[in-house]
């Protein structure tokens, strides 16, 4: 289903009963909401789930960048506005778990609980200049050029040479990215900081991460900063946890969510 909002089309799905409590599920760079495929059959039983694609991935309108998390949270508030969506939980990993933080720091009204998965605090000067060598790569030789030093990055060595199926749908979705999408997000993770807002979050807040996910170390800052979080580590995991560990990343949400 598209919904026109902010002034793009933006891809959504919808699934679980109505009158159960929201659900948001937010992508990463160069994936789709099918990332979530795990967490809807997990949790659809008990919530009313709404993926939709970021700006410029999956079928969601790629607008000419650069991008920013100003934009992206607006995107992101203007589509609640347009399904009527008054209040949700909300869960993003990587580029979507920064999204899920910076809505904390400026919308709280709009969100009960906060999931923030596999992110990082703030770009640095060195990341900011890896996301220019990748933006000059795509901009020469198209996404394909980043397929496997994406998967690479992503994903632990073990579990590569593995070759479970799920790494050729991740493949398919950095593939299928249109590199304007890429791009535009590609800038906006280039130069962005949520720590002044950290310690003013007052909502539930979960984190997780895989342990052997580059975040490691930010997302423990971010828990020492965000009075009453919780973080849970996945032993193993890279980057894409909830792709890699399905299981462990859909029950930590239940048991977050179903907490009193």
């Given at each position: 289903m598209r919904i026109n909002a902010n002034g793009i089309s933006i891809n959504t799905q919808i699934d679980g009963p109505e009158g159960a409590p929201w659900l948001v599920f937010s992508n990463s760079l160069m994936t789709d909401l099918s990332m979530w495929d795990d967490q809807v059959a997990e949790l659809q039983q008990s919530y009313r789930i709404l993926r939709y694609d970021q700006r410029g991935h999956g079928g969601t309108q790629a607008t000419e960048?650069?991008?920013?998390?100003?934009?992206?949270?607006?995107?992101?508030?203007?589509?609640?506005?347009?399904?009527?969506?008054?209040?949700?939980?909300?869960?993003?990993?990587?580029?979507?778990?920064?999204?899920?933080?910076?809505l904390a720091q400026r919308h709280p009204q709009r969100f009960d609980r906060i999931i923030a998965c596999d992110c990082g605090p703030a770009s640095t000067p060195a990341s900011a200049q890896q996301w220019q060598e990748r933006i000059e790569i795509a901009a020469r030789d198209g996404m394909e050029a980043l397929v496997e030093p994406t998967i690479g990055r992503w994903f632990p060595p073990d579990f590569v040479a593995a070759k479970p199926p799920v790494l050729d749908k991740v493949r398919r979705m950095i593939r299928s990215t249109p590199i304007a999408g890429f791009t535009g997000c590609a800038q906006a993770l280039s130069d962005y900081d949520v720590r002044p807002g950290l310690a003013g979050i007052d909502r539930r807040t979960?984190?997780?991460?895989?342990?052997?996910?580059?975040?490691?170390?930010?997302?423990r800052q971010i828990k020492e900063a965000v009075r009453g979080s919780t973080l849970v580590e996945l032993e193993g995991a890279g980057h894409i946890s909830n792709v890699e560990q399905p299981a462990a990343f859909s029950g930590a949400i239940r048991d977050f969510l179903s907490r009193a």
């Open positions: 960048g650069p991008y920013s998390f100003d934009l992206l949270v607006a995107d992101v508030v203007a589509l609640l506005d347009a399904l009527s969506i008054k209040r949700a939980h909300f869960a993003g990993l990587s580029m979507g778990g920064m999204t899920a933080l910076f979960l984190l997780i991460v895989g342990t052997k996910d580059a975040t490691l170390a930010g997302i």
